[in-house]
């Protein structure tokens, strides 16, 4: 059964950093394209980032270009999110979500993208 764990949310001022793990079991994680997603309340699912099974590729949203970067241990089986600079607008719960594909450079950028979805962790910035 494949798990996809959450870790490293909580609450920090505007302005600091954070960094989030996501930890991936029961798959091969190298034959996973991974993703970031987050989620306020009242609002949809918003793209954050995606990196591409080889690490080649990487795509962000548009709110956190510049501000986030993703990365992946592919040994670890572990996928990042560092956070800087962070907004009170950054606040959500944030989801990794992996995509299985034979495709060495995809980056979906859309739910349906995604086939396995961690359950979440809190972020907070406050002002």
């Known amino acids: 059964q494949v798990q996809l764990v959450e870790s490293g949310g909580g609450l920090v001022q505007a302005g600091r950093s954070l960094r989030l793990s996501c930890a991936v079991s029961?798959?091969?994680?190298?034959?996973?394209?991974m993703g970031w997603f987050r989620q306020a309340p009242g609002k949809e699912r918003e793209f954050v980032a995606a990196i591409s099974r080889s690490d080649v590729n990487k795509r962000y949203g548009d709110s956190v270009k510049g501000r986030f970067a993703i990365s992946r241990d592919n040994a670890r089986n572990t996928v990042f999110l560092q956070m800087n600079s962070l907004k009170p607008e950054d606040t959500a719960v944030y989801y990794c979500?992996?995509?299985?594909?034979?495709?060495?450079?995809?980056?979906?950028?859309?739910?349906?993208?995604?086939?396995?979805w961690g359950q979440g962790t809190q972020v907070t910035v406050s002002s």
């Open positions: 979500a992996g995509s299985a594909t034979p495709i060495y450079s995809y980056t979906p950028d859309f739910t349906a993208g995604y086939g396995d």
């Open positions: 029961g798959r091969t994680f190298s034959s996973y394209a």
